[in-house]
């Protein structure tokens, strides 16, 4: 049986071009999940490999979609062609239990694990850059400006926390830290 595993990163992310490739592919039952691939705990695809038996086809788009680095890459393909269970990565191909196979394969997973550090190498060049400036906050950005909370405290001298929500747009509860904030 073919199987396939998609997987994005954050809730936000889209699975549907994952998934939709898979199914072109053949994929008889298709595992899905929005987990951060740096976590070693990925339901789905635990549930997944546990299922897997001799004769089946693992489907992955991508490298990067299938092992956190190049060596758990490594050992989950050992532990599925010691089961029998061929892997296809669509963007390398069939990964063969050869030599050449092997080789193959641990140079493109070292390949995708690099890739994968030198996002978090920018990533933190960039967040070290940012702090050096005077505005820089750490965190998602407000959604109001002070300006804006300023009015909405004043309004709530003389209105409910429901006025001045309906007026302002400023839930309550963001009006209520705002409140605490300025004492």
């Known amino acids: 049986m073919k199987y396939g595993y998609a997987r ?7 699975l549907e071009a994952q998934l939709q490739t898979l199914k072109k592919e053949g994929c008889e039952k298709i595992y899905s999940e929005k987990f951060t691939g740096t976590k070693a705990d990925r339901p789905q695809f635990t549930t997944l490999l546990e299922c897997l038996e001799t004769g089946d086809t693992l489907v992955v788009t991508k490298l990067d979609r299938f092992a956190r680095s190049t060596s758990d890459a490594i050992e989950i393909v050992k532990k599925l062609f010691k089961k029998g269970v061929k892997v296809h990565v669509l963007n390398i191909g069939l990964v063969e239990d050869t030599p050449t196979g092997n080789l193959i394969f641990t140079v493109m997973s070292a ?12 990533t933190q060049e960039g967040k070290a850059i940012a702090k050096q400036r005077e505005d820089y906050r ?4 407000k959604k109001y400006t002070k300006k804006q909370i300023d009015h909405a ?4 001298k003389t209105h409910s926390y429901k006025q001045v929500e309906e007026m302002t747009g400023i839930s309550k509860s963001t ?5 605490k904030d300025t004492r």
Do not use: C, N, Y
Request: proline residues 3%.
């Open 175 to 179: 009006l209520i830290r705002s409140k």
């Open 153 to 156: 405290l004043i309004l709530l």
């Open 8 to 14: 994005v990163s954050t809730l936000s992310q889209d």
């Open 111 to 122: 390949f995708a694990q690099f890739e994968r550090d030198m996002i978090v190498e920018r």
């Open 138 to 141: 750490e965190g998602r950005p």
